[in-house]
């Protein structure tokens, strides 16, 4: 018996890369664990509002969550793409300096018509969201929805 198991031993076959070793842990792990996971975590965003609210602004917790960081003084409009400036005149006109400087010959663009065009930009992505955002907040106010 001894014998038997001497000869049926293959050093090769026991390294520690050999794929029967690993593929005892990996294909469960593949096959079951992974999935598994990824099923449940799927029907936790799909069936609750709740799941994941951080990234998600339609969610009620996500409104409530900014609407009391709009009541920090410090925070007050840190969404606005020009929260933070110091000076909007001094950066404005740093701003057209550079173009000035940069600007091809023939160009008639400046940085005031620029700005203006910018100011009224379409971004329909972010428009939808805010727009569910506003539609969930009135209907939380007008009591439709609990807060």
């Known amino acids: 018996m001894a014998q038997e198991a001497q000869a049926a031993f293959d050093p090769e076959?026991?390294?520690?890369?050999?794929?029967?070793?690993?593929?005892s842990i990996l294909v469960p792990l593949t096959g079951l664990v992974i999935p598994a996971i990824t099923f449940a975590w799927f029907t936790?965003?799909?069936l609750s509002d709740e799941f994941y609210w951080q990234i998600r602004p339609e969610t009620e917790r996500y409104m409530?969550?900014?609407d009391a960081w709009e009541q920090v003084?410090?925070?007050?409009?840190?969404?606005?793409?020009?929260?933070?400036m110091i000076n909007m005149d001094d950066y404005?006109?740093?701003?057209s300096e550079a173009w000035e400087a940069a600007k091809?010959?023939?160009?008639?663009?400046?940085?005031?018509d620029k700005l203006k065009d910018m100011s009224t930009q379409n971004a329909p992505?972010?428009?939808?969201?805010?727009?569910?955002?506003?539609?969930?907040k009135a209907m939380i106010a007008a009591g439709e929805l609990s807060a």
């Open 13 to 23: 076959r026991e390294r520690d890369g050999s794929p029967e070793k690993w593929g």
């Open 44 to 46: 936790l965003y799909f």
């Open 64 to 66: 409530r969550y900014e």
């Open 73 to 84: 003084p410090w925070y007050k409009g840190r969404k606005e793409p020009m929260y933070g």
């Open 92 to 95: 404005e006109k740093g701003l």
């Open 104 to 112: 091809p010959p023939g160009s008639t663009l400046t940085v005031k």
């Open 125 to 136: 992505t972010f428009d939808l969201f805010r727009k569910k955002f506003e539609e969930k």
